[in-house]
């Protein structure tokens, strides 16, 4: 981020500010700081999947170091739904502070609990409902009804002295959705005849113009292609998808197949949502995967995950033939989810994987088995109009998504000046209908890295990509201390680069030379003999091999 | 690649082999050989660039193993049009025999012919044409025009005793294609009447329905956000697609604006197309970029290449002010140019970059600024039924455009006995009307790797892939080499890894008691006591670290 860093001002008497810890210029990992009164409410607390140039890592985290001083200010958490880009880092946050009071619907407190379990910590919750009111601290809480991807969305209304403010979290329109619950546009018009302070509309599909598809129109396409299928059918989805999985089990069920599902973020969530009500499973239709072997494959269908093309997960296990499931002439394979920008050659490589074994392959390049889970312009535009916000800040995307969504906003009329195209760290503060910037945090990533959690450094990711590019050549030689001869060496290895390592034989006596030019100037210092070593191996792989692996020095003195 | 390698019979008198080298489940490296009569025919030689579980790697070329003991059978190179993907591996063919006789258009050999300038190879070049019938040894050539992303493409037609071959090279079908030379379809007819034994199509946009759009569409829609642009325009296209130059440099002077080419392979290209004729210059509309700073932003439009995001091209280091050109507020990026799967995220990076700058960015999702370079499914039914050829293989793609292209065959009534999904090193017979696969090769990837071709493995890259997501620990012990005992160490070293080398001063301890152990039991064998000491330290980092680096061990005696 480019811009420069400046600490915001104390807060004003009877001012609110928001700072978003993560979610802004990126998709994932949202965490929004809101301060009133000398306390602090959360919004969200989720995870950011790495890209290729953060290779290795396994998750990044929102910086959470502005409330590591303020823990005890913190009156509540409230999650506005279940996706891991929302709940993901609830952990790391509750490693700080275990009692933090979390607040969320219904399914949402069970996605977390589950997986707080998993970290063994017991959490704090407070079961919350779309058109209830709440105190939290100083914060006057009501929660909205939202559709998005996941049942049991919440928009949050947040009100103070400051003013009336209101964060979507993740939504869209869908104006017949699967379950009947509709984004509440009466509550939305409600709030906009009261007078909104500040909007803070989800933005990821802000540049897709014209409006997202229902849901609703998906489960035909895969119930005519199950009704074709003479084989097995196995559909790949996000575990968290209780929708679709519906669709697909209605299907199924229609088309007198059962359903088995596979891998254990599946498995797992679709308990869960069925425990509570928002997964409705006609009897006996869904069936132990162990015990699916005996069911012919014409009443068969495999719900699994790895419609990423993640390597480890259940799909592109099956395309390698590494999977119980082999799949083969007769069956299809129906990918019913977005393909992440990213994944398409993963994707890809299981696609083909699985059209060479013989199966037929759906995805949403040829067949509609997929809508997004966002508002897209058209939709952001009502809510723009119906809501008619003095303030706002576009969240969730790209600077690209957030751009898009502020240029939308102007064109229902609201100013440029009260618009805010922010960063991760930039603080907002609220007072009297007025919004500004007060301030740029120095905000960074947080990696979670195998057991660690934010040791590793950008130079340790750096270092990652040169070893990954161009391996490395690591030279010691072992010298006597007290002499400063070479006792044992040069040895010099190699991996990750294109050579033998017999080719390193021709450049020993140079780097035996340029050791014994250095000691006769007197130089003993390591560091100084290791450089020597460094630069006189370096330039001569960058002029013979055309490559610039990393040099690994070392002088031992023994 | 599963199919199990079977070398093929030596050839049926009469009959005509052929065998991919590379093109075949995947886009790229394009090369066939086509032997009758003792004597090879070679279409095309390209490259395929390397994905990101090939790191480091520069480009990847054809497998041309089995030419090598027969150099002198090969009679000449046909070069259907002048992409990379075609002619890029031509200098590593010449290095194994430069004089070969290479066959190919104005524009395409121009093109070799400065690549190969650069590689201070003088190719022995022949000139053909479209309609052009020609005999290189037993083969009977006949050229015919067809359309593509690049001009002065052409398809070949191979006559031998056993029957005719139609080798399309890559092509689409525009019916108003920009510079009206249309692919030949009334030759196709002339063809199919006299009857294709062969027919071998560019099936890269087979599942893709429908028509390919004319490149027409795209001039107005350049020409428009040009007129609307009141600062610079900033064009980024592919280095070798002649007509979308030509549509920009038409708009720009329609626009009052002159045009400065960046980058180098963009002005080579282009100067060679202008000097040949196929580029229409209007007088005193190219500037040379050194002197383009003088004119007002909105009389000027930058053309450059680094529309896939390439870290080191111009239009990335645009985005990151790493360029004289620094686009702002008022200034309009098209990307004019596909979006190649795996690109995604450079591709982005650099659009939020530029947005961020305060350009506006426009692009194949928000604008009609590309058209494909290959036929669709549509076109391809064209083919298919004005040929009527007796054998088909789909050539020209991956696995499922392969696929994709047999089942347009079939629906047009070719048998599916006659239409061959084929790998790489796949070899079919072709005699009197009938063909059939007689053998499987076992071919491989070489990878140009700096300086080096051919010597990285694919253990290298394994190593370069865990160094670069796990990065690596070594560890070394000085042993006195008569009495087994430890001098210095172990000196512990990591890069790449989520902890300070501090943390490993705990396992020194663990490592020399394992040493003593051995050296007790009697191991003075350097290579076991590496292995006692990766044992001791990889499991303790699985452990503690939750993570697998590359644990080097050394053992070395003084």
Redesign the interface.
């Known amino acids: 981020m480019?811009t420069p860093v400046f600490d915001p001002p104390a807060l004003e008497s009877g001012a609110l500010r928001f700072t978003p810890l993560g979610g802004l210029?990126e998709v994932g990992r949202n965490m929004a700081m809101y301060e009133f009164g000398g306390k602090i409410l959360i919004v969200d607390c989720g995870v950011l999947f790495p890209?290729?140039h953060q290779?290795?890592v396994d998750l990044i985290l929102p910086d959470m170091d502005p409330l590591r001083d303020r823990l005890d200010d913190v009156v509540g958490l409230v999650l506005t739904h279940g996706h891991e880009d929302h709940i993901g880092a609830v952990p790391y946050l509750l490693r700080m502070r275990a009692d933090i009071p979390i607040y969320g619907s219904k399914l949402t407190l069970a996605l977390i609990s589950a997986k707080l379990k998993e970290h063994r910590i017991t959490p704090n919750t407070h079961l919350v409902r779309e058109g209830e009111t709440l105190d939290v601290g100083p914060f006057g809480l009501e929660f909205v009804a939202v559709n998005h991807s996941i049942p049991d969305a919440l928009a949050v209304a947040i009100r103070t002295d400051a003013g009336l403010v209101l964060h979507t979290g993740d939504f869209k329109m869908d104006q017949l959705p699967l379950d009947g619950r509709l984004t509440d546009l009466r509550a939305f018009a409600r709030l906009g005849e009261e007078g909104v302070d500040l909007f803070l509309p989800d933005s990821t599909n802000a540049?897709v113009?014209g409006f997202t598809p229902t849901e609703r129109d998906i489960g035909p396409v895969i119930d005519q292609v199950m009704s074709k299928t003479t084989g097995r059918v196995i559909v790949a989805s996000f575990a968290s998808h209780v929708h679709r999985v519906q669709q697909v089990i209605d299907a199924a069920h229609a088309n007198g197949r059962r359903v088995a599902l596979l891998g254990r973020s599946m498995v797992r969530n679709m308990t869960i949502a069925q425990q509570l009500g928002y997964l409705e499973v006609p009897a006996g239709t869904l069936v132990d995967y162990k015990k699916s072997h005996d069911i012919p494959d014409n009443e068969i269908v495999y719900m699994s995950t790895g419609s990423q093309g993640e390597p480890m997960a259940v799909l592109s296990r099956m395309a390698n033939l590494d999977h119980v499931i082999e799949p083969g002439e007769g069956d299809t394979v129906i990918l019913a989810s977005s393909l992440i920008?990213?994944n398409?050659?993963a994707v890809?490589r299981v696609?083909?994987g699985l059209?060479?074994l013989g199966a037929n392959?759906v995805h949403k390049?040829?067949a509609k088995v997929h809508v997004s889970g966002h508002a897209a312009a058209g939709e952001l535009l009502y809510c723009y109009n119906i809501l008619r916000p003095k303030n706002v800040i576009p969240v969730h995307g790209?600077?690209?998504h957030l751009?898009a969504s502020a240029q939308l906003a102007h064109q229902t009329g609201i100013a440029e000046a009260a618009t805010f195209i922010i960063e991760n760290g930039t603080s907002i503060d609220l007072k009297d209908g007025e919004a500004w910037a007060s301030g740029q945090l120095d905000l960074g990533f947080v990696?979670v890295?195998?057991?660690?959690v934010g040791?590793?450094t950008d130079a340790?990711?750096k270092?990652?990509?040169v070893?990954?590019?161009?391996?490395?050549v690591?030279v010691?030689v072992?010298m006597d201390s007290k002499t400063g001869r070479i006792?044992?060496?040069p040895?010099i290895?190699a991996?990750?680069?294109?050579?033998?390592e017999g080719v390193f034989d021709k450049i020993k006596p140079k780097i035996i030379a340029a050791l014994e030019e250095a000691a006769e100037k007197g130089v003993r210092d390591n560091h100084a003999l290791s450089q020597t070593m460094r630069r006189t191996i370096g330039r001569w792989v960058g002029q013979?091999?055309?490559?610039r692996p990393?040099i690994?020095p070392?002088v031992?003195?023994?």
Chains 1, 2 share one sequence.
């Open positions: 480019s210029g890209e290729e290779p290795g540049d113009p920008p990213g398409e050659n890809y696609i083909d059209t060479k392959v390049a040829n790209e600077f690209r751009t990696y890295d195998g057991s660690s040791t590793i340790d990711l270092d990652r990509r070893l990954g590019e161009e391996g490395f690591s010691i072992v006792i044992t060496g040895e290895h991996r990750g680069v294109a050579e033998d013979r091999l055309r490559r990393m690994v070392l031992i003195e023994a």
